[in-house]
């Protein structure tokens, strides 16, 4: 037995209702936008910690804007993909890549702290976190949810 989605339900997938051509191309430009700053600043940034010579904060650096874009392409293929079985994938894809980002925004912060208890002992088990919530997203997305918050 088949059942028709309501058009004014909302799911974790998608809205009910297609978008207009308006939101589509809105979202392709905020997205858009949005890539080019990260890559075009973030590119700025991993150069001057490269001349500074410091390994570590490159390291660190390419992380969280590794991650940055990382969110942004896969949100950016979720928002502009048809609903097919691929969006649905794609949903689950943008969910746990905010967990990636939230991880990547942490990496550079406790690198600066590194050598020190709080530095020491955040990061391993921020990225474990991390890493959990992107599983369950990935694997069990209908399940788990508010554990994953």
Do not use: C
């Amino acid at each position: 037995m088949s059942r028709a989605i309501d058009p004014n339900t909302r799911t974790w997938w998608h809205r009910g209702r297609p978008y207009t051509a308006t939101e589509l191309w809105a979202d392709w430009v905020v997205h858009t936008v949005g890539l080019a700053v990260a890559i075009g600043v973030g590119g700025a940034l991993l150069l001057k910690a490269s001349a500074d010579g410091k390994s570590s904060d490159l390291l660190s650096l390419g992380v969280y804007v590794g991650t940055l874009v990382s969110v942004l392409v896969i949100s950016l293929a979720f928002n502009l993909s048809p609903v097919t079985g691929l969006k649905r994938f794609l949903a689950r894809l943008d969910q746990a890549a905010i967990f990636l980002l939230i991880a990547g925004t942490y990496t550079p912060l406790l690198a600066l702290m590194s050598g020190t208890p709080t530095g020491d002992l955040m990061l391993p088990p921020i990225w474990a976190a991390s890493l959990v919530g992107i599983a369950l997203k990935v694997i069990v997305p209908q399940h788990f949810g508010r554990l994953a918050l």
